[in-house]
């Protein structure tokens, strides 16, 4: 019997998943705090040009080659040549560092969730810690694995149900309620005294960071560039794994469009959740990633009694933006080996193979639930520790903090940056925009903007590659 790899339902089953994937941590967590510690508006308007000249593009690169070969991508590359393997492994292995410390950071997420859940019942919820619960969560070893399994269970699960029956039909339930839920704690958030300074803070125009001698230019264009990469997922073959199941018919340019957009909007939304609302309640919000879990407890802390429920929703809200994230990254993996099975002829079982990866991949994320996100003197040490090296200069700045710093230098700051130029460069300069062009026309629509694609293939995505990678060499040395 042949096997069927599987096709979403609906091209709105499509974009709710793919949604999903872009949408999560990056959106809600790492949108606000890198925002907040690069100057508001500044790094707004970097990201807001870098979604449209390289988001855009390298979205409708991978859809378009992911969907021509119907292939992960491992596969995908393969197609083209077996010289390009290695381009799959990059995928692969962002995605193994990239899920590990993702549904750590989900697991932590959830037990936020609970603790929410259970104040709402009248039980202390957070250990008598109240807002230092934070700091007490990461000494208790046994709490946090729990989390991080059961949260990378949830996953696999998903995952194992298939693309359309597992990822797509939870996608369409989860999204929408995830939209109305981040409107309702918005809504509610406008309705504080004070949160008129949080909308200032992202919309007035500044640019003042710039000349700031601590940050500077570069450093706001990096750490955009990176966020823009993690947050639409590009750059480690999600959206070409997504896009190998979409069905020959639908759109392909105005989906490279749509999930963009969705996920921009939803980002700006999220600032506009968090950032007035530690205005309207005192919190800093420059202080960099303590904002989703100390600053934002705080806050509801300072609601008072109705500070629960609302503590709730917004756990919940980023805990279903994880998972869909989450699951995106699982089905990278599961794909290719699906992929490898069909190849050699064999009949993939779909899941042993995501119960296998999530086990390995759990693995990997051990040191990052054990070593308390480097506040030191935890079970597991960091990474400059353990190699020996006490020194913390230039060039060890920015990794010898913890193990998620690591593996998020790796993936965010090289791998997938590495892998949409190089994809970029295959698509302006060798295969030409033609594989692009030929894909998207092939239900039927023709293909707008061929011009500034090509040119933005060509020479954009490499320019705004080379920009980065010099932002990170002279972080690097100091
Ligand atoms: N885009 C997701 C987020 O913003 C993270 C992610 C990265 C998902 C890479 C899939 C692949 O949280």
Redesign the pocket.
């Known amino acids: 019997m042949e096997y069927k790899r599987g096709q979403w339902a609906s091209n709105f089953g499509f974009v709710m998943a793919a949604v999903g994937?872009?949408?999560?941590?990056?959106?809600i967590w790492?949108f606000p705090y890198k925002m907040g510690m690069t100057g508001g508006f500044a790094f707004l308007v970097i990201y807001l040009a870098l979604v449209v000249l390289v988001g855009v593009v390298v979205m409708l690169g991978e859809l378009a080659i992911g969907r021509k070969t119907g292939k992960g991508v491992m596969g995908a590359y393969l197609s083209f040549s077996k010289k390009y393997a290695w381009m799959g492994f990059i995928g692969l292995l962002a995605g193994f560092l990239?899920l590990s410390f993702?549904s750590v950071l989900g697991g932590m997420v959830m037990r936020y969730m609970l603790g929410y859940l259970l104040q709402l019942f009248g039980v202390d919820g957070f250990a008598g810690q109240g807002t230092g619960f934070f700091g007490f969560m990461l000494y208790d070893y046994g709490g946090i694995l729990f989390c991080y399994l059961v949260f990378m269970a949830l996953t696999m699960l998903i995952v194992m149900g298939g693309v359309e029956k597992g990822i797509e039909k939870f996608s369409s339930v989860a999204m929408p309620a995830l939209f109305f839920i981040l409107l309702f704690v918005i809504i509610y958030v406008a309705c504080q005294p004070g949160a008129i300074d949080g909308y200032k803070f992202m919309f007035s125009p500044d640019f003042s960071v710039f000349s700031d001698p601590e940050i500077g230019f570069f450093e706001v264009f990096k750490t955009a560039a990176g966020q823009m990469f993690?947050?639409?997922?590009l750059g480690?073959g999600?959206m070409m794994t997504y896009g190998s199941y979409l069905s020959k018919q639908e759109n392909l340019q105005k989906n490279a469009l749509i999930i963009p957009l969705a996920d921009t909007i939803i980002a700006l939304l999220a600032g506009m959740a968090v950032m007035p609302a530690c205005a309207a309640f005192n919190v800093e919000y420059t202080k960099g990633p303590g904002l989703l879990f100390v600053s934002m407890q705080t806050v509801f802390e300072n609601m008072g009694s109705f500070g629960n429920f609302v503590g709730f929703m917004f756990y919940f809200l980023v805990f279903i933006a994880a998972l869909t994230?989450s699951i995106?990254?699982l089905e990278v993996v599961t794909t290719f080996q699906i992929d490898h099975a069909i190849s050699k002829g064999k009949t993939p079982d779909r899941k042993k193979i995501s119960c296998i990866y999530s086990v390995l991949i759990f693995v990997v994320g051990l040191p990052v639930a054990l070593d308390a996100l480097g506040s030191g003197g935890a079970f597991m040490k960091a990474p400059y520790e353990m190699l020996g090296i006490a020194y913390k200069g230039p060039g060890f700045a920015m990794w010898n903090d913890c193990w998620l710093d690591l593996y998020d230098l790796i993936s965010e700051g090289v791998l997938m940056p590495v892998g949409a130029f190089i994809m970029s460069v295959l698509i302006g300069w060798v295969w030409k925009i033609d594989v692009v062009k030929d894909e998207c026309e092939a239900g039927g629509k023709k293909f707008a903007a061929k011009k500034y694609y090509a040119f933005c293939f060509k020479y954009v995505v490499p320019v705004v590659m080379a920009i980065i990678f010099y932002a990170q060499l002279m972080d690097f040395f100091g």
């Open positions: 994937s872009a949408v999560g941590l990056g959106n790492g990239i993702y993690f947050s639409l997922s480690m999600c994230s995106s990254i």
